[in-house]
């Protein structure tokens, strides 16, 4: 869980849009997210190499007063500064800095935000402000020197004193008089001008209008008319006064105010974030938040005031208003968080951040801020407190302590197992209440646990009270982000009571073989033990069941009752009666291999899940006489918990190795291209004589190689825990056929042959002549047979390991027998648990991941086989499993003659463009992933492939669109399409329909990416030579479209013929009957079909796809037993 927590952290870290940044006090940067590195136009290395106090062009005159206010108070205020880009312009940021302690050492934890679009919008601000004033003042000094037109006219309007009119016109007086001075006036604005005077004499009123007078240069002006009618005393209009104001600036810079409003409102709208402006009070400022109204929905008068606080959650607006008030009061910033109603109805968390903006006397002009999305982050928050939540109501004591072994985390199993509350043990060393006993010396535990990161085993613990305890301590180290040990996840499952169970279990076995051995007690005695034996059973946690040899039932528990749900009543009668699923099966198993212990899990009432151990039981007639079975017994145990428990970790692992293969990929593929540059073109242009120089050469090539190697282990890793996830939850797809198990053997050892050369050890194989044959899937048993004969290997240092197979009842047994450092009893059960493995793991490296043989084991269970284990401490191993025997009357058919159906399928499919034309050679890889595709271009260039990036589906289809590649490379997961929507697009296109597509993903999905009709379906981590080979053959074919249907009832055949064909590079579709035939034929347009001799007889399939279009050429092989 920490792990997973840590992971998640260190993505908000990585992907916060605000700069992170953690350095020491010299400036020396420990830690930096993309985002700082962005603001700096620079690689996160690249910044890492730089000081923190010289990021602005010149010295930092500041940095000892910041550091002296952070030793006081721990912060230092948000200020504003600017640092230098890396192509040399200034980037205003605004920083906020505070002391943290971490391991001992003070360092300063800094978040620098980008504020060049708010340091523009000022500035466009600030100058249309200055224009407005600007023109303010070319207007004031216009009418002190009375640049006004003044112009008199008669009662009816005739104009006579024209001299400021005639002298701005450059008209005559002539021209000017009896309206002629109307033609000075724009023609555009004639019309409504006379208008308007013509009204204004008629009704003796104000005359006001705007228009445009053309000066003596030619060029048109804006002025602002007025006049007026002088009146006589009599009430008559004697004349008309009236001037014409020059406005033309005024008017001007109105229209570039305007510009810059709409160029603010612009930039506000592009904002992800929510732009908005109040006044001093708080009142809502309409056209200050557009993208509030665009994103609430409200209407600007529903805005204006107070109104904007409808759309803030009810249960937000007593603490938002307490907030406003109080930043209003001390002019400060205005920041707190609350949940903002959509448009669309739903509520979402945002951080909300405004500051005032003053006036020059200190007062507050207008508040704008900002209101940050950060739902998501709520949630994934909400996340991480309920699985917090899940650990804490965990059954298991659940225990964090840092390396001085004080207590940190300490959950209600803990509280419950100990009997000392959280708050009683907070902060305090654990062996303050607890008493340890260990099964060895805790130095040495504590020294295979820094070497390996966890330890595991039993150990006693005598709490401060007196109670004894045995639990099962699993110990897993944890590291600060700089690798160093910083605490240990301490997790406890009480066994107290199994081993006591245990105990009294062997005990009761020893003393009913000796009571029925001796039979001279008196037959008063033998019931009185019989009585005591059965109190015991009674009283047992577990479920117990006993029946005879004829299969009635002799004894059962109150706890076998109360698992299944059965009424408290006695049990009569034979076991098969009994309404509980699969447990007369495991009854019969006992009677059939009396000597061996059969395990299965058994459904128990209320959907829980119980473990059953049954075993038959012997008694002795007569001293020397062998025992003789009398009976069953069966023991449930409820493991609902466990199996939970358990499921949480496979999710949680198969998780994580899911995630782990995209960076997996970065890190093997590069190591792999610097080791190929290094051998290839570095060490050979290095002098060798130098002998100092000829070691480091060797080491950097052997680290490289390690590191090479380790990832490829990793990868082995991920898949191991991704195939028993897919097993566990039922996604595998099995192919079960009849097969030869003498053939099986054969490929299993041809494939591990190369280990016995290695390791100098003898090869046997004993198979039984005329085996039947078994039923199974073959990929998967031969995954069995290798990892049994692996492991052998591995722990045989000499010797030999024999392989044998025989028939033995039903089935067939195959069994691996080695020489090696065998297994003790006690560990013997645990070798087909997941994550478990055998001997000392704290003393002895681990040889693998405990994956092996638990798969193992899924895989034999599914082929309803069994697999066991046979072994002595010192004295080697014999790991045996059955497989059922195939009682199909069918007779297998004839062996395919597969070199002849090869030869007909290239001499009738035809290849185009056989001869690549270097033009064509463009490869487009589209990946959401920078490194992935930096990685695969140079791959890709290296083997003389010209390379296109694509950094999402809709870039990709857009790319496709304007030059066609010769081959793509497609993410599956990818934002906004992913990478199955852009196959699907690209085929159902005509024009696109045949460019080569190989899917590279960290997930497998083939069925749907073949059904699509992509060509090729790789997983990461990349297989760079396989993926290259699939390139070179798709190009070389020319065309996606070399599918091949095959059509066979039989599956043996139909797998055989899908692995040949697959291997020559051809996409083959599979069908197993002639609908599934010609529905698969009319959607994938194969090139050929190969079709069973028995189906061709129906010539009304064949005639149905002879007569399809697209389907006319499609050549038909027909498959006969001759």
Not at 2 to 26: A, I, M
Not at 987 to 999: H, V
Request: glycine share 6%; charged share 25%.
């Amino acid at each position: 869980m920490s792990n997973q927590l840590d992971q998640y952290n260190r993505q908000l870290f990585e992907q916060c849009p605000v700069g992170l940044v953690l350095c020491r006090t010299d400036g020396t940067l420990v830690q930096i997210n993309p985002a700082y590195a962005a603001i700096l136009g620079r690689t996160v290395p690249e910044v890492l190499n730089l000081n923190y106090w010289q990021m602005n062009p010149e010295k930092y005159v500041a940095k000892q007063t910041i550091l002296e206010i952070l030793e006081q108070t721990g912060r230092y205020r948000s200020y504003e500064q600017e640092y230098l880009h890396k192509d040399g312009h200034l980037v205003p940021v605004k920083i906020s800095e505070r002391i943290i302690e971490q391991d001992g050492e003070r360092l300063i934890y800094s978040s620098v935000e980008d504020i060049s679009d708010i340091k523009l919008s000022q500035k466009e601000y600030q100058h249309s402000e200055a224009i407005l004033k600007q023109s303010e003042a070319r207007y004031r000094s216009l009418v002190k020197t009375n640049t006004q037109i003044i112009w008199v006219s008669t009662p009816e309007g005739i104009c006579f004193e024209l001299k400021d009119w005639i002298a701005y016109t450059g008209q005559t007086l002539a021209e000017a008089e009896n309206g002629g001075w109307i033609d000075a006036v724009h023609p555009d604005d004639r019309g409504y001008t006379g208008e308007a005077w013509g009204i204004a004499v008629a009704n003796l009123s104000m005359y006001q209008i705007e228009y445009r007078i053309r000066g003596k240069d030619g060029n048109y002006r804006y002025f602002w008319v007025w006049g007026a009618p002088v009146i006589e005393e009599d009430g008559s209009v004697r004349e008309w006064i009236g001037t014409c104001t020059d406005i033309h600036d005024r008017k001007l810079a109105e229209a570039e105010n305007q510009r810059l409003k709409e160029r603010y409102r612009s930039l506000v709208t592009a904002s992800s974030q929510i732009v908005w402006g109040a006044a001093p009070e708080g009142l809502g400022i309409s056209c200050d938040m557009l993208t509030w109204i665009a994103y609430t929905g409200q209407t600007e008068e529903e805005v204006d005031g107070w109104g904007w606080l409808n759309a803030v959650h009810p249960d937000d607006r007593s603490h938002s208003t307490e907030v406003w008030n109080a930043a209003v009061a001390n002019q400060s910033l205005y920041q707190t968080e609350y949940r903002l109603l959509g448009k669309d109805g739903n509520y979402r968390y945002f951080s909300v951040c405004g500051a005032p903006v003053l006036k020059e006397d200190g007062s507050i002009r207008e508040w704008i801020g900002t209101c940050t999305n950060i739902h998501d982050r709520k949630l994934a928050e909400a996340e991480n407190q309920r699985l917090l939540d899940m650990l804490n109501h965990s059954s298991d004591a659940i225990i964090v302590r840092d390396i001085t072994d004080r207590i940190s985390y300490w959950n209600q199993g803990a509280e419950s197992l100990y009997n000392l509350t959280r708050e009683q043990v907070k902060d305090q060393c654990i062996y303050t209440f607890i008493t340890k006993t260990f099964p060895k010396p805790k130095t040495e535990i504590i020294a295979d646990l820094l070497q390996q990161g966890n330890w595991e085993g039993e150990v006693e613990h005598l709490t401060c009270n007196g109670k004894l305890l045995t639990v099962q301590s699993r110990w897993t180290l944890q590291r600060d982000f700089l690798g160093q040990p910083c605490a240990i996840l301490e997790i406890n499952t009480d066994i107290t009571a199994r081993k006591q169970a245990e105990v009294a279990l062997r005990q009761l076995n020893q003393e009913l073989e000796a009571r029925v051995a001796e039979r001279t007690a008196a037959l008063q005695n033998t019931l009185a033990e019989a009585q005591g034996l059965n109190a015991i059973l009674d009283n047992l946690a577990d479920g117990l069941l006993v029946t005879d040899t004829a299969g009635e039932i002799t004894h059962f528990n109150p706890a076998f009752l109360a698992m299944h749900g059965l009424p408290d009543t006695t049990l009569n009668g034979h076991y098969r009666e009994l309404p509980i699923s699969g447990l007369a099966a495991l009854i019969d198993r006992t009677q059939s291999h009396p000597q061996e212990v059969f395990v299965a899990e058994v459904a128990l009432a209320k959907e829980r899940i119980g473990q059953a151990v049954a075993t038959a039981i012997f008694k002795k007639t007569a001293a020397n006489e062998p025992a003789a079975c009398f009976g069953s017994a069966l023991l449930i145990r409820d493991v609902t918990a466990e199996k939970e428990i358990d499921k949480m970790k496979t999710d949680f692992i198969s998780t994580v190795s899911h995630e782990l293969r995209t960076p997996l990929t970065s890190v093997l593929g590069f190591a792999s291209i610097i080791k190929e540059k290094l051998e290839t073109d570095v060490f050979p242009m290095i002098a060798v004589e130098d002998r100092k120089l000829q070691k480091t050469i060797k080491r950097v090539a052997d680290n490289l190689n390690i590191i090479v190697s380790e990832a490829e282990r990793l990868t082995s890793l991920i898949n191991d825990v991704l195939d028993i996830a897919k097993m566990e939850a039922g996604k595998v797809e099995w192919q079960m056929q009849p097969l030869d198990p003498s053939e099986l053997v054969d490929w299993a050892t041809n494939s591990t042959w190369a280990l016995f050369e290695t390791n100098g050890l003898q090869l046997i194989t004993e198979i039984e002549p005329g085996l039947p044959q078994i039923v199974g899937d073959r990929n998967r048993l031969l995954q069995v047979l290798i990892n049994l004969i692996s492991n052998a290997v591995k722990f045989t240092e000499s010797g030999s390991v024999v392989c044998r197979v025989k028939q033995k009842n039903d089935g067939v047994c195959i069994s691996v027998i080695d020489t090696g450092i065998g297994i003790t009893f006690e560990d013997q059960p645990k070798v087909f648990e997941k994550f478990r493995q055998v001997g000392d793991t704290l003393t002895d490296k681990p040889k693998g991941t405990g994956l092996g043989l638990p798969i193992c084991k899924q895989i034999i269970d599914h082929h309803g086989g069994r697999i066991w284990v046979e072994s002595e401490a010192g004295k080697g191993s014999t790991f045996s499993f059955i497989i059922p025997t195939y009682k199909s009357d069918n007779k297998t058919s004839s062996k395919l003659n597969l070199d002849a159906l090869v030869k007909q399928l290239k001499e009738h499919v035809i290849t185009t463009n056989t001869i690549l034309n270097e033009n064509r050679k463009t490869i487009l890889v589209v990946d959401d992933d920078a490194n992935i595709r930096e990685l695969l271009r140079q791959q890709l260039e290296n083997e003389g492939y010209k390379v296109r990036e694509a950094k999402d589906g809709v870039d990709a289809i857009h790319q496709i669109k304007i030059v066609r590649p010769d081959l793509i490379l497609l993410d599956v997961m990818m934002p906004q399409i992913n990478g199955f929507d852009v196959a699907a697009v690209l085929k159902n296109d005509p024009q696109t329909a045949d460019i080569p597509i190989i899917i590279l993903s960290i997930i497998e999905n083939k069925e749907r990416g073949y059904h699509i009709g992509i060509d090729r379906y790789l997983t990461k981590p990349i297989n760079t030579e396989q993926l290259l080979n699939e390139i070179g053959s798709l190009l070389y074919q020319g065309t996606s479209s070399k599918k091949v249907l095959v059509v066979d009832k039989n599956a043996s055949t139909l797998k055989t013929i899908s692995d040949v064909l697959q291997t020559q590079g051809y996409n083959v579709i599979e069908a197993s009957d002639p609908q599934e035939c010609i529905n698969k034929a009319l959607s994938a347009k194969p090139d050929m079909i190969i079709i069973d001799s028995i189906f061709s007889q129906e010539a009304e399939m064949v005639k149905t796809l002879r007569f399809e279009k697209e389907l006319e050429n499609v050549f038909f092989i027909m498959l006969s037993d001759q």
